[in-house]
């Protein structure tokens, strides 16, 4: 069996699943956001008469508009404030702690063979710590909140091999971007996407770029085997070896597709508006002219993406026609970004400092686009309006990309500058 | 289940910030947001659709976020289906559960084109293209799913559990 079909036989308690078979499952948690207010709404009545299913087992974190944008979003945050203490939610994360994903990782809340579902499309991210996790509806997550459990269809599965080691200059986002180029933005729909090969040299945080692009080639799940990599990245946030046990793919797993990568040949992409998988290698687009950078989110904001920005932009400025925005995944980064002195780098360079949440990334605040206006963002998605406004563009790439590209104010290749 | 109407025709990966664009994802009342269903990809659209008419398009529709408000702002405009190719996998879980049926036919995706009047019966698996004559068959959806769409979606189906 595959990664995917062994664990949910067994939270299905099944001895064996095939894809396309369907399992009743009680995931370990709940994730829901500033969604959580309407979430709770369609079960007024039901909570009144029933209660949540659990204390522990939601996983409520602010983190899409914060701080409160206007009278509607503080009402919101409000109504979500006065649900959780009123029904003693354990796990609540308020304004400033960080983005959702990047949360259930840090807390060890998302660990190697647990299940976790959460009201967002990029839930999928916690594969990167050998975890099975996927987005479900605001609907399905009201019905969780009530009982814990839900029914789940097995996926088909995809083995993606990653041969070789990336050259200096080329990052994890631009072997995601390379791939979903490759394969599409629905070419892995309602699949597992199980990566294996040469993955020592990606960190968890690399491991995470690439599972939370997942959905965008519209995968069910993405996976990376638990290593020493990830325990190691585990015991340093104080996560007992004894509470979680990894799941791995048979050696025999039978898989859909089966794809090989040479990560030695790949080189910095970009994915070009405005959408995720019109992808091009990053000399076919050099010289475009951008008026905003966008460098963090959930899926380039930690803290070897902001110390590879800090080495770029170290000692020099951002282009005066170029504003560059930061966006720390969480207020643990953030903090770990201060003591490395990265922050003061970057605000020297002339960067403004977001707070870790989900800023401009889908377009509600903090840093929306004017039309006719270019972003070279590091998020995930580059949809027409994304960023707040239709007659926008939006260009994906790495922290490296991105970061060059703002000293010059044009879409740069980074192994211009970094040349070790 | 019996869904009748006229066909109106997209292509592939109908994303969710297009069906209902972030700008507009702070709206609650459900007439304001219909006004602003699928604008960033036809802003013509609610000058051709009739309530009941079928949406039919391409590979991945609705991808993107997780967001409910894309499946709501066409259910409360009155789609009465939506055939596509294949659809994001989030996207229909959100559909089924909102009461909104949806029907993966890469035949029908394929041959449909807009304008022509559908007929399409959820329970037995087929859709019916009365303009060009022809019959599709899809896989029917399983009996519990067929409960939660009956029932108007999963929240009514709990209530009604819950009662019984």
């Not at chain 1, 304004?95 to 060890?108: A, D, Y």
């Not at chain 1, 990167?128 to 269809?153: H, N, P």
């Not at chain 1, 799940?221 to 979680?244: H, K, M, V």
């Amino acid at each position: 069996m595959t990664f995917a079909e062994k664990i949910l036989a067994k939270y299905g308690g099944e001895r064996q699943v095939t894809p396309g078979q369907i399992v009743t499952v009680s995931p370990d948690h709940l994730l829901t956001h500033d969604n959580t207010a309407a979430i709770v709404q369609k079960i007024q009545e039901e909570l009144e008469k029933y209660g949540i299913y659990n204390k522990t087992f939601p996983v409520v974190v602010l983190d899409h508009v914060i701080p409160a944008a206007s009278e509607k979003t503080a009402r919101n945050h409000k109504i979500i404030r006065d649900f959780v203490k009123k029904h003693g939610i354990k796990n609540f994360f308020d304004i400033g702690i960080g983005i959702c994903h990047q949360v259930m990782i840090e807390k060890g809340l998302a660990l190697p063979g647990k299940l976790l579902l959460g009201s967002d499309s990029h839930t999928c991210s916690y594969g990167a710590v050998g975890a099975f996790s996927s987005g479900i509806d605001r609907t399905e997550a009201a019905a969780l909140m009530l009982t814990g459990e839900t029914w789940l269809k097995v996926p088909s599965s995809i083995k993606i091999t990653l041969k070789g080691k990336l050259k200096s200059g080329v990052m994890a986002k631009d072997v995601i971007l390379h791939i979903i180029g490759d394969i599409s933005a629905s070419g892995a729909t309602y699949c597992s996407v199980e990566f294996t090969g040469n993955i020592k040299q990606f960190s968890v945080d690399d491991r995470f770029t690439i599972a939370n692009m997942g959905v965008e080639m519209g995968a069910k799940n993405a996976y990376f085997p638990p290593d020493e990599i990830t325990t190691s990245y585990l015991d340093q946030i104080g996560i007992a070896r004894s509470s979680y046990t990894p799941v791995f793919p048979d050696r025999d797993a039978s898989y859909d597709m089966e794809l090989e990568y040479d990560l030695s040949n790949m080189v910095p992409m970009i994915a070009c508006p405005h959408s995720v998988d019109n992808v091009r290698k990053v000399d076919e687009v050099a010289g475009i002219e951008i008026n905003q950078c966008l460098i963090g989110t959930c899926t380039n904001g930690r803290v070897s993406d902001l110390q590879i920005t800090a080495r770029i932009l170290k000692g020099k400025k951002v282009h005066p026609d170029v504003r560059l925005l930061i966006l720390p995944a969480s207020k643990k980064v953030y903090e770990e970004a201060l003591r490395n002195g990265i922050i003061e780098i970057l605000v020297k360079a002339g960067a403004v400092i977001l707070p870790p949440g989900c800023g401009p990334c889908l377009g509600a605040h903090q840093g929306v686009l004017a039309p006719g206006e270019r972003c070279l963002s590091t998020a995930n998605r580059n949809f027409k309006g994304r960023m707040g406004c239709k007659e926008a563009e939006i260009y994906l790439s790495s922290p490296a990309t991105a970061a060059v590209s703002a000293i010059y104010g044009v879409i740069t290749d980074p192994r211009e500058v970094i040349k070790t | 289940m019996i869904i009748k109407g006229k066909a109106i025709k997209y292509g592939n990966d109908v994303n969710t910030d297009v069906i209902l664009p972030g700008r507009y994802l702070h709206l609650t009342d459900p007439e304001e947001m219909v006004k602003h269903v699928l604008e960033d990809l036809d802003p013509d659209f609610l000058k051709k659709f009739h309530i009941g008419d079928v949406v039919v398009a391409g590979r991945n529709f609705g991808c993107g976020s997780s967001r409910e408000q894309a499946v709501m702002c066409l259910k409360y405009a009155g789609v009465g289906c939506i055939v596509a190719k294949s659809f994001a996998r989030i996207f229909y879980r959100n559909a089924i559960n909102q009461g909104l049926p949806v029907v993966e036919s890469p035949d029908a995706a394929d041959i449909i084109d807009s304008g022509d009047e559908l007929e399409i019966d959820i329970n037995e698996g087929f859709i019916v293209d009365k303009t060009k004559n022809l019959r599709f068959s899809f896989h029917p959806i399983p009996g519990f799913i067929k409960k939660i769409l009956e029932a108007g979606g999963l929240i009514p189906r709990l209530k009604k559990l819950g009662e019984e």
